[in-house]
């Protein structure tokens, strides 16, 4: 192999990397994974769908650990796609619902900012759970037919 043989092989497996991350963060790709759809059309529906599923499910701050969180949860989620072993009820982990407060904590800090909420471990989906999602339409996750 040649040198710009190797540049060129590198140039493309990076451009494919980086598409696929991009495409990856893209909601219609969230929403195309039959256990997703009642949270995709319910977040289509909501006052906050002009925001991408990453803004709210990824860690903002170190691309290193937003790469690594994305990667890791696409794995669990196309392996419980794959397996049809996906939960029914779809929640998010304690991780994920820190995560998610964080994100709701970053874009209305200065709604609360005055407010005991601030101080402290706020936990949004408290109060807000069905805000974005709504309550659930039918069960979510894999239907056995």
Known sequence: IRFQDGTCLGAILMFLVFSG????GLSFFCGSCHS????YFAWRMSKHKQFAC???????GNIAYSVAYKTSAGIRDMVGE?????PFTIKLTAH????????????H???????????????CMKCH???VHGRQMGPGGLKVE
């Open 54 to 60: 990453v803004e709210c499910h990824l860690p903002r």
């Open 36 to 39: 997703m759809e009642n949270n």
């Open 96 to 107: 994920a619902r820190g995560i998610a407060n964080s994100n709701c904590l970053r874009c």
């Open 129 to 131: 759970r069905f805000l």
């Open 82 to 86: 794959t397996t049809r072993t996906y």
């Open 109 to 123: 800090f200065s709604t609360i900012e005055n407010t005991p909420m601030a101080k402290g471990s706020t936990d």
């Open 21 to 24: 991350y991009h495409f990856g």
